[in-house]
């Protein structure tokens, strides 16, 4: 098996400039330098986990996008996420597209709603007479940031990653650096772990040629930080392959834009242009067709 991987970071990391103490070249002890350099990379990459974690943990006023590609045989995925996240109980706006110059999607949950307002895009504009319906909100019982999906992709990735620290765990990376914005953390996760999660998705009779040591790699994981340890964002970038096998190629990134301010929800539209969605089947239908890429075929 080989494995190509476009972001792997190069090298031990010698110093830090949030380690103190970084140890320096001695004479006769070139033994001790490298276990304190180790031991300051390790340092590093937990408090960048445990920052991460803190991040979604204690989600504030956000707005993040999140670019899903991949590409394996005939199975071509790409999505685009964007979501705004105001308060506490949260205004929420969250954007779709399925390509790179489609038309977004809207849905919006204003604080304690029991519906999402969510606006069609033109793909799926045909599921109602109306620019906007509403359907039974997924936080109608109150906000859990693990349901926004811009949020729900990395709380999956940080269960991906504990999981493979122990199936796995002497072939997860454990690699830091210095950048201009900040700092980088590389760990990894499973790539079977990764697709029993959901977030690196690939339909279920397309799944055959995976073979066993292309879902054994340990994908890399890349976050970054600013300088006051302030998770900014990660990236899977990777090609998995095994000898004649078809070529997994994947990147997905969670990008944090600013902060999001109530001026960017927008207002409730008007009863007139929405369609009211009730029935639980005809919401699960809804949504089955609404999250489909080729809903008219």
Known sequence: ???TRSARLAGAVLCLALVAGCAQPTAGQPRADRAAAEKATTDVVKRGID???SHFANLGNEHARVYN??????VKITTEHESYKVGNPPDILLKRRFEEKGDWSETVWPPNSKVDYIKLDQDHKF???TPWVTVPSLWADGFDTCFLLTAWVACHLDKAIGQTKLDAGDRQPSDARNTDDGFEVTTGALL?????EGFISIPEDKRDG???PMLDTVVPVVMSFDKDMNFTGFEIRDTV????ATPLELQLEYEVIGE?????IPDVPDASQITAITDKAAADQFWDKFNDRTPQN
């Not at 590609?69 to 005939?74: A, K, Q, T, W």
């Not at 392959?241 to 004649?244: A, I, K």
């Not at 999001?260 to 960017?264: M, V």
């Open 69 to 74: 590609y991949l590409n394996y045989g005939d």
């Open 210 to 212: 995976l073979t066993d």
């Open 51 to 53: 920052a991460f974690q």
């Open 260 to 264: 999001a301010t109530k001026d960017d």
């Open 127 to 129: 599921l109602a007479p």
């Open 241 to 244: 392959t095994d000898g004649s």
């Open 1 to 3: 098996m080989s494995v």
């Open 192 to 196: 079977k772990v990764m697709m029993d």
